[in-house]
């Protein structure tokens, strides 16, 4: 079992990037650090730039960077592109971690892309690695016994995803950077395929995850889907606990994402929030977001921020609050 390195993530910028609006994915929240509040750059998309200065950021400035997330909301349209890749026919899950039926458990699947059939086993160590990281982080170790982990072994033609998506790479959810002018922001061609070829190998998933062959930083959470799509970066493995913890615990982030909203980790309640038996306990409080005095979160050190490895009390019993009650949706 890996140990926690309670080491705080040297996360010194933040971006967060959440669309609130149908069909057009209007950006309304773009923050670029941690004292930019400035709406020209919230709303600013055509930040391009190329392949090559990409690579010294992510070499250099962004070892430790931001979570990238993409909220749909009520978004529920459907693709425009449409793919029929196939799955190849000896293509079978992998149980990585089973304790009980899938009717009756936590779902998670991970699916590769850019990784060529002579990669499958640097594929297979990175699946282990976060199942590793996952269950040695609370609560999710205290859910063991009620989490199924899958994975699947799909070949791609080519190794590595594309930087920009009108590139050619051939890789099977043609998995590219770049989407939106957001450099880092990765996006499959299709979810609704990640969706299909999900269902078809391993069944309905509470959330799926796809690693990307490659090791500059991006990424992206979205929660209509229920999937995170992460490449294979020093701290992957923290921000895709981080973004199970908006799937499988519908918390909020606790950083300034600037899209408010209330729910069990964030609120303008300040007499009576959710977590109001909690307070005193393990540094929970009720401490206003720099960025807007008039929301209050219950850490100022927490997963959710994204400046701790372990979830703050709140979010923790939020979390097994919410994933016992998938579990209960299931059975009905
Ligand atoms: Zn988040
Ligand atoms: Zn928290």
Known sequence: MKKINKKLLSIIASICIVTVVAVSFVVTGFK??????????????????SEKDYNI?????HKYPDFIEYDFGDYKGSDSVSIDTKVESNVKKNNILVDGKD?????????GDGF????????????KQTTNYLMSTEPYSQMKGKINIYSANINSKDSGVSYNPSDN?????GTSF???GIQRRMKPKSYEQ???????????????IILANDTRYGGSADLYHKL???SLTDNMNAVIVHELGHILGKLQDEYWSGAPSEGPNMTQDKDSPPWKDLIGKDGVGVYPYEENPSWYRPSNECAMIGNSEEFCPVCKRQLIKNMNEIISNKKK
């Open 178 to 180: 770049n989407h939106d």
């Open 228 to 230: 995170i799509i992460m």
């Open 57 to 61: 950021i992510s070499n250099n400035e």
């Open 32 to 49: 670029s650090d941690a004292s930019s509040n400035d709406s020209s750059k919230r709303t600013d998309t055509s930040h391009v730039i």
């Open 194 to 208: 990640v969706k299909r070829v999900t269902n078809q190998i391993i069944g309905d998933c509470d959330a799926t």
């Open 103 to 111: 009717s009756e458990n936590i779902v998670i699947g991970i699916l």
């Open 116 to 127: 060529t059939k002579n990669e499958q086993d640097k594929f297979n160590e990175s699946v």
């Open 169 to 173: 790479r051939d890789t099977f959810f």
